[in-house]
């Protein structure tokens, strides 16, 4: 009996090789936040979801590399990614990063400014970052489901800034092409809402409740 799937899977040949094996090199010795797991496996697992999601090669390379200029390198690093892999991968990758030197911005500001550059970014680059952030949030509910509250001092913004980002990240993705990917995101980050037993959180709110607590801080209070 003949199949009637006329798809054809993406061709996946030494450039991706080659990225995972830059990308193994660049994080070399890096690990997830407080774990032992080794960095790679984000990585991997981020360009699993790509390809998964119907993704090219370049798109699978860029899920490799979307860490690797602010975390090894800052612009330098772009322009390597560059010159070694192509515009399109370069792109893609820029579009993942959301600080590119030493020291980073604040972090509010700069996850804020993050958000202002996913709504302008392609399609396929909004799929790259949003593989990513749907394995972040599935990582987190793994973890909270082991090790409760103590798990959000890893994290700069903490809980409230933490389920604040995702959750106006999902709500960003879903509000063009939506995907398998946003979708998926939608529920991961629902899915944490509820095992936190906290309600999503606007941009206005949290940013006021922060705020609040900088004015208390610098008062004495």
Not at 118 to 125: F, G, I, P, Q, S
Request: proline share 4%; net charge positive; glycine share 8%.
């Amino acid at each position: 009996m003949k199949s009637n799937n006329t798809l054809k899977p993406p061709h996946l040949g030494p450039r991706l090789q080659h990225a995972f094996r830059y990308a193994a090199g660049k994080h070399a010795g890096q690990t997830r936040k407080q774990s032992a797991v080794p960095y790679l496996s984000h990585l991997m697992a981020v360009a699993s979801l790509v390809l998964e999601a119907g993704g090219d090669e370049d798109m699978a390379i860029a899920a490799l590399l979307h860490d690797v200029v602010e975390d090894c390198g800052g612009m330098p690093r772009l322009r390597e990614v560059r010159k070694q892999f192509g515009l399109r991968v370069a792109k893609m990758v820029e579009g993942c990063t959301d600080s590119f030197g030493e020291p980073k911005p604040e972090w509010l500001e700069r996850k804020k400014d993050y958000l202002r550059e996913v709504k302008h970014a392609d399609v396929n680059t909004r799929l790259v970052s949003a593989s990513d952030k749907l394995h972040n949030v599935r990582t987190i509910l793994a973890d909270y489901r082991q090790h409760g509250e103590a798990i959000w001092a890893r994290f700069t913004g903490k809980k409230e800034g933490t389920l604040w980002y995702y959750r106006a990240l999902s709500n960003e993705y879903e509000r063009r092409s939506p995907n398998r990917i946003t979708r998926e995101l939608e529920l991961a980050v629902a899915e944490l809402e509820r095992a936190v037993g906290r309600k999503p959180r606007g941009s206005k709110e949290f940013t006021k409740k922060l705020a609040k607590k900088k004015s208390a801080a610098n008062s004495g209070r």
